[in-house]
């Protein structure tokens, strides 16, 4: 089957296999880390078991989830010399700085602090060990920033020059870290990790509850899930917002296949759903609402934006795929709105906890933050097309001059042992979620399950 493609299609399929496994990971692990940072915080100052009970509950899955994401971004970034050579020879000056940063500042932190923090709990002070952990949680965060940074400069490049060879370098670096689109991406990824991570620990609450809803600890997971998916999910759209519009300033074609946008003019519909049709330029079976898109994306009810007829046809991305990932990822936040609200009314008619509809509702939602974020991804990745760095650089004259065969062979290689390396972990990550969380053994203290529910009466 893979003997239809050419080279250039199974590398960028090859590169959209790794990274869709990997961005999953430090989504989750970005989020993780700080939750872990704030239930320890919420321990040393209240000294209620069922927080310490919660820490070492979800410690182990995000050492398992941490590790996970490190491996899979090795595998990843070995592709830019083997199937990329030449966007890595172009952009190596300024690519290879911002990776190398990531190394320096935010993977030394976490594998510093990380082995105090596993295993140093019955070892060191509770302070050290606490800014041990918020270490770690500042590491992953360190992390997303160059990550973004390097990413965005692909999506939005500033502050760069060419040399003599014809490579890119960098003329300014606060200018190429800071560049036009960097700062609503950074927002945009680091609020998507705490809702991917809010909506896993909301799942394994509410999965808990719909077994024993005098769980104390389950209680005390799905209340923190439910406040993050009630403040964090309606700033995420308003961070969302801010983004689009940046990116209708720099890639108004992507802005264009998002919306599904043929044509420009005045007074756009927003389209809800419907097929974008290539061959006519026109979106089948639609329904729309009059002028939508230009309220949104021009504030102005008969607003103009640009449409792909502003462009040529050659650089026009796949408009179906990126029209639909949009819609996917907005659906999903749109869900983790109704969750908040729905879980402020049960809370406020105090039927958080009894709620089976609920509950079915947030354990419906535990993949919801990873389809957000691939789908994300998707838009952002192949809303760039045909470019590899935007309006400089496309995405045919970086790959390298190799076989077909060969991109195939790793290709079926990487699938293989992708699904049983990390269909292992994975098993092992819902075995451990699994655990009744009030049998978390705390070997510190004499915890049982009376104590923990009268500090928890106590504090509703």
């Known amino acids: ?12 399929f090859q590169f959209a296999f790794t990274v869709a496994f990997h961005i999953i990971f430090p989504a989750f692990s970005i989020g993780l880390a700080s939750f872990l940072a704030v239930t320890e915080a919420l321990y040393l100052k209240t000294r209620n078991p069922v927080y310490q009970k919660m820490w070492r509950y979800w410690v182990k899955i995000f050492a398992v989830v941490f590790g996970m994401g490190v491996v899979s971004g090795l595998v990843m970034s ?13 952009a190596g000056p300024v690519i290879g700085p911002l990776m190398g940063y990531e190394v320096l500042t935010a993977f030394f932190l976490e594998a510093g602090f990380l082995g105090v923090m596993l295993f140093g709990m019955n070892k060191v002070g509770e302070r050290l060990h606490f800014f041990a952990t918020i270490m770690v949680a500042i590491g992953t965060a360190i992390s997303a920033f160059w990550i973004l940074s390097v990413n965005s400069w692909m999506q939005t490049p500033a502050g760069w020059a060419l040399n003599s060879d014809g490579q890119f370098i960098a003329k300014d ?17 680091v609020v998507a990790a705490y809702l991917t991570t809010a909506m896993m620990i909301g799942a394994v609450g509410a999965w808990h509850l719909l077994r024993d809803s005098s769980s104390a600890v389950a209680r005390k997971m799905f209340s923190m899930a439910m406040w ?3 403040i964090v999910a309606p700033i995420q759209a308003f961070i969302g917002d801010m983004h689009g519009l ?3 300033e720099h890639q108004p ?22 097929w974008p049709n290539m061959e006519t330029a026109e979106v089948d079976y639609s329904i729309a609402i009059p002028n939508g898109a230009s309220l949104i994306l021009t504030h102005s009810l008969d607003g103009e934006f640009a449409g792909l007829d502003q462009f040529p046809r050659e650089q026009w991305p796949n408009v179906p795929l990126v029209f639909w990932s949009f819609r996917i990822m907005v659906a999903m936040g749109l869900l983790m709105i109704l969750l908040g609200v729905i879980s402020a009314w049960k809370r406020w008619r105090g039927r958080l906890y009894q709620s089976r509809f609920l509950h079915r509702f ?19 990745e192949a809303g760039r097309q045909p470019w590899t760095i935007y309006g400089l650089l496309k995405t045919h004259e970086s790959a390298s001059p190799i076989a077909a065969e060969g991109v195939a062979g790793s290709l079926l290689a990487f699938i293989v042992v992708y699904f049983f390396v990390f269909g292992a972990g994975v098993f092992y990550i819902i075995r451990k979620m699994r655990q009744h969380p009030d049998d978390v053994h705390v070997p510190d203290y004499a915890v049982h399950k009376g104590i923990a529910s009268e500090f928890l009466m106590n504090e509703e």
């Open 253 to 274: 074609a992507k802005v264009a296949a998002m919306e599904g946008h043929f044509k420009t003019e005045p007074g756009a519909p927003l389209y809800l759903f419907g």
């Open 228 to 230: 993050m998916a009630l």
């Open 1 to 12: 089957m893979l003997d239809s493609f050419d080279a250039l299609s199974l590398a960028r």
């Open 362 to 380: 947030a354990l419906l939602m535990a993949p919801s933050g990873f389809i957000a974020v691939i789908s994300g991804w998707v838009v952002t």
């Open 173 to 189: 670096w606060f200018a190429v870290i800071f560049n036009p689109s960097f700062p609503y991406r950074l927002m945009h990824m």
């Open 246 to 248: 940046n990116t209708l």
């Open 78 to 90: 070995y592709q830019f010399g083997t199937n990329w050579s030449v966007f890595s020879d172009k």
